[in-house]
């Protein structure tokens, strides 16, 4: 195929004389979602299946229940998107989906239909890395006066990763620091099931955090609240694991043979997320460090991904940041929660550059389950395709 090199935007803006509307479709993990989003940052719909029901009876996400789920769920997920964003699939310029990383099987869900509806429409299609998406998701939310400005670091911390990452420009990310083991999230929700905290239709992050959040019981009749102490794992390396903290809360439930009293139950949830919490703190101002070594002057942290909506984690990282940030305040930043978990208007939004710029994907493009942010293309450059995407008069 014929292309020729044009120098990309060197930030998502989308400043454009035309309006263009990205369909995009999500599936990578246990949500099946769909959504349509404008370049002049308009949201017009945004839908999300849950499978919460499915998570409270396996125990998390079991990857063949949950590609068949997707299946069931994501046309009706599509439908309900056009129809709130009172549009017709003709009037959609582009189908933007998640290409991956994330579960292979739940991935072609989303993948085979974006294909499909873009072949048949002849409409330009464009596959989305799902951690940039994330990352790029505050340049759609956030007041023109404090988005985010390159460089600056992502903290990504969800089910499925957990990574600090530097970001240059919209395709260029150096990871930092990640997970040499489970996932925060991951983590949380065993924990989670461990103390047999009721989800409510949360998931078992959100339900722990809310059960850390709740009252003293009454000592004489539901004892103390004890505190454990969990150690910070790697202290003073950029990596971060999350199964040696989970596992000492098992090998301590072990020891207690089960008998716990709510006040017991109440103090070991703390901890654990004291703990979980307390090496994000430590990995951060070791990110923040070897940043100014190397020059790059940060001023925000963007943070994403389904733990970012957890209220204690932002009230530890807003206490990091003041006393890391010296002269110059480093910013934090958070998108809106309902963007924090997975969603398809964050794969619109990071679609939306590359559609302006005519860099599509060719229909037969594949999905890619294991991808890291360092395999993005070239910053600053792109390939376009020489047909270029219509948009609607």
């Known amino acids: 195929m014929l292309a020729h090199r044009v120098q990309r935007l060197r930030s998502p803006s989308h400043a454009q004389l035309r309006r263009f509307t990205v369909l995009a479709l999500e599936s990578s993990a246990d949500d099946s979602c769909a959504a349509v989003v404008t370049s002049d940052r308009n949201v017009l719909s945004n839908v999300v299946v849950s499978q919460q029901a499915f998570l409270e009876q396996y125990g998390g996400i079991h990857p063949f229940v949950a590609i068949h789920a997707h299946q069931r769920n994501l ?26 990383p994330g579960i292979p099987g739940c991935l072609s869900v989303c993948g085979n239909a974006a294909r499909t509806l ?4 002849n409409k330009p299609l464009v596959g989305v890395h799902h951690m940039q998406a994330h990352a790029l998701t505050p340049f759609l939310t956030s007041p023109p006066d404090s988005r985010p400005q390159f460089p600056f670091i992502t903290l990504l911390v969800s089910g499925g990763h957990t990574m600090f990452v530097l970001a240059t420009s919209p395709l260029h990310f150096r990871i930092i620091a990640e997970t040499v083991d489970e996932s925060i999230g991951n983590a949380y929700d065993k924990v989670a099931r461990l103390l047999d905290i009721p989800l409510d239709g949360r998931s078992g992050g959100a339900a722990l955090e809310r059960f850390c959040a709740s009252p003293d019981p009454d000592p004489a009749a539901e004892g103390e609240v004890p505190e454990l102490k969990l150690p910070i794992a790697m202290r003073g390396r950029l990596a971060l694991s999350y199964t040696g903290i989970h596992s000492a809360v098992e090998r301590y439930l072990d020891a207690r043979r089960g008998t716990l009293d709510a006040g017991a139950r109440l103090g070991i949830a703390r901890s654990f997320q004291k703990a979980a919490v307390g090496q994000l703190e430590e990995k951060l101002g070791l990110a923040l460090q070897q940043c100014r070594q190397q020059d790059h002057h940060v001023r925000h942290l963007v943070v994403s991904g389904g733990v970012a909506s957890n209220a204690y984690l932002k009230e530890r990282l807003r206490a990091c940041l003041e006393r890391e940030s010296g002269d110059r305040p480093i910013e934090l930043v958070f998108p809106p929660p309902a963007l924090c978990t997975d969603n398809a208007v964050m794969i619109a939004w990071a679609s939306m550059d590359r559609f302006l710029a005519g860099d599509t994907d060719d229909y037969s493009v594949e999905s890619r389950p294991k991808w890291s942010l360092e395999e993005l293309r070239e910053p600053g450059m792109v390939y376009v395709r020489k047909v270029r995407p219509s948009a609607a008069t």
């Open 75 to 100: 046309p009706g997920a599509v439908q309900r998107a056009l129809r709130e964003a009172k549009l017709s699939i003709q009037d959609v310029d582009g189908i933007a989906f998640t290409r991956g």
């Open 118 to 121: 873009a072949a048949s429409l």
